[in-house]
């Protein structure tokens, strides 16, 4: 890794020890703290891959993947928001004209953009609407980051568009991961006039969330894995420590070996031009290794595991959410079929 990407991390490092880790159980039990969120735009975070026109930070992917990482390995509900306001809302929203002003908003800290994306999480009935008497209605479910300023949603046969009022947010759902972040339905009656119109390939939005979300990923496995190896040098059963047993070392032992690898290939797929088919696959492999981590530090940690003073089951809560929420599994892997055997496969 080069020198400016080291002292990335360590940047990063401290910021989370500082302002992220005394409020890490709050994130879990109340939200993101709105003091938090401004901290996070201050280091220039909210807007990490803005252009500086905008007021961003213009990071490049590697120092983007190291950020969602980092700050991932404490709180993944943190990292995913941040992905959020910058792969969703700012990278969709520069390619439409008249942005400026919101997008620099974002980058602050000031605006937070929630992006529905029926098509990445695969909802089987989310809702649906429509333009009726010159306003958007309907009502969308299981909204993510539904507590935001503005949406961008789908609109039947008339595509995105950016909605800044007329909406009304119907309760909370209770969800399994990502708690730092509220998911509700979503009501709209919003009139044409407080709409505008948005231009986005959404395949090519979901491309761009590979890697972020490998990043995210990793950074769940090494959290996880951290606590684990901690604990297993700490705790004795039957007058040993926990790391003097073969299926607890060997299995920890494997886990963080797949996860240097995964590691390493994100810093190189980063520096490179985007590679679908390798992103995808890094993607779905990063995924796999934080649910099969975090699952082996709540079986390390045993009973302690599930009690949310530990900082242990918000890793695997997350994981599975992430997976569940960030891609189709079959429609996945027939894409990454596909890819690979360069027509459509996998698919009967």
């Given amino acids: ?15 989370v020890q500082k302002w992220i880790q005394p409020v890490s159980k709050d994130i879990e039990l109340k939200g993101i703290p709105e003091g938090l969120i401004r ?19 213009d990071m490049d992917r590697t120092g983007y993947s190291i950020l969602l990482r980092e700050i991932a390995k404490e ?17 969709t929203l520069i390619a439409n004209p008249g942005m400026s002003s919101i997008i620099s908003e974002i980058s602050k800290g000031r605006m937070n953009v929630s992006f529905y994306l029926p098509d990445l999480v695969g909802y089987g009935n989310s809702g649906k609407l429509v333009i009726r008497d010159n306003h958007i209605t309907g ?7 539904s507590r935001a300023d503005a949406f961008i949603v789908p609109v039947a046969n008339e595509g995105y568009f950016l909605v800044q009022g007329g909406f009304t947010v119907k309760g909370r759902d209770e969800q399994l991961g990502l708690r730092g972040m509220p998911m509700s339905a979503i009501e709209f009656n919003s009139p044409i006039d ?46 040993h420590k926990l790391r003097d047993f073969q299926a607890i ?33 890094l993607k779905i492999s990063a995924l796999d290794l934080a649910l099969e981590a975090s699952k082996l530090s709540l079986q390390v940690h045993g009973g302690y595991g599930y009690l949310l003073d530990f900082g242990v089951e918000k890793y695997y809560r997350d994981a599975m959410f992430i997976a569940a929420i960030t891609g189709n599994y079959s429609a996945e892997r027939e894409k990454l079929s596909s890819l690979i055997f360069e027509t459509k496969a996998g698919w009967v």
Avoid: W
């Fill in 249 to 281: 070392a060997f299995g920890l032992s494997r886990a963080s070996s797949q996860l240097d690898m995964i590691d390493s290939h994100l810093l190189y797929l980063s520096s490179k031009e985007r590679d679908v088919k390798r992103e995808l696959m």
């Fill in 1 to 15: 890794m080069d020198e400016e990407y080291r002292i990335l991390e360590s940047m990063v490092r401290e910021f």
């Fill in 39 to 57: 901290k996070l735009a201050d280091q220039g975070f909210m807007g990490a891959i803005v252009p500086e026109r905008f007021g961003g930070s």
């Fill in 194 to 239: 407080k709409c505008q119109r948005i231009e986005t390939n959404t395949d090519s939005i979901i491309e761009s969330s590979y890697l972020p979300l490998a990043a995210i990923a990793s950074g769940i496995a090494s959290g996880a894995l951290a606590k684990a190896i901690s604990y297993a040098g700490q705790r004795e059963a039957f007058h």
């Fill in 75 to 91: 709180s993944p509900s943190v990292a995913f928001y941040i992905m959020m306001q910058n792969t969703f809302a700012a990278n």
């Fill in 139 to 145: 009502t969308l479910s299981a909204f993510i980051n």
